[in-house]
């Protein structure tokens, strides 16, 4: 089996200002009719029907959705999906959080997972490894992307708050370029899956508040929201 991983830009699509124009977020104020249009350029880009598409209502907690088969919406209060139903796409939006694309290619089991601070903080992330090796992974053979985010030198926050989240996620504390306290959620995430026998583990670089072709809440406020997709081919 295959492991198949994108990561969409703001590019592409039919939103408005300022959605524009690749918005595959239908919380954020946007033209239902323009998401429903993006929705469906992203399943037909992968080469899927719109319907093998999962999303997420994501609330930035920990709570890991399994599932086999198509939804008729978005998984409630979820901000993890895992699944080991080959063609079924599982979605995470963001414009900023950090997307988490896992899988294990010889099991057949992916995963998809929105960290946000809050999220990645009470342990989002050993909860989605743990539903993935309960649907037949093994740690040593999951794979895992990073997906752009905000990075550690635009990430600032107040120092009480670096020190709370860097005690429950070991590595995330950073310092901004302006020398004040800030988050590498990436940085944090990613000693946490080594820590927890992850075999191979890659970052996109990209920062979304830097990268102008990426959505970001923090530089613009209003704005859309990116989708990275995983699935293993049917």
């Given at each position: 089996?295959?492991?198949?991983?994108?990561v969409t830009t703001r590019e592409g699509g039919v939103s408005s200002p300022p959605h524009e124009s690749f918005n595959l977020g239908d919380h954020v104020g946007d033209d239902p009719r323009a998401v429903a249009a993006n929705r469906e350029r992203l399943a037909a880009g992968i080469g899927l029907s719109p319907d093998r598409l999962v999303w997420m209502e994501q609330v930035h907690g920990r709570t890991v959705g399994v599932v086999d088969g198509p939804q008729d919406g978005p998984v409630e209060a979820t901000?993890?999906?895992v699944t080991a139903e080959p063609g079924l796409a599982l979605v995470v939006l963001t414009a900023d959080c950090v997307p988490v694309l896992l899988g294990d290619a010889a099991a057949g089991v992916v995963g998809a997972v929105h960290a946000g601070r809050v999220g990645a903080r009470v342990?989002?992330?050993p909860a989605a490894l743990r539903a993935m090796v309960g649907a037949g992974a093994r740690l040593d053979r999951i794979e895992v992307l990073l997906g752009p985010s905000v990075c550690g030198k635009c990430y600032?926050?107040?120092?009480?708050?670096?020190?709370d989240v860097e005690a429950h996620l070991p590595g995330s504390a950073a310092t901004s370029r302006a020398g004040k306290p800030a988050l590498d959620l990436r940085a944090g995430l990613w000693a946490q899956l080594a820590d927890a026998g992850v075999g191979k583990i890659g970052i996109d670089p990209r920062c979304t508040v830097e990268e102008r072709s990426l959505f970001s809440h923090r530089r613009e406020g209003t704005t859309g929201r990116l989708a990275s997709v995983v699935w293993v081919d049917a």
């Open positions: 089996m295959r492991v198949r991983r994108v901000d993890a999906l342990g989002v992330v600032e926050v107040p120092a009480a708050m670096r020190a």
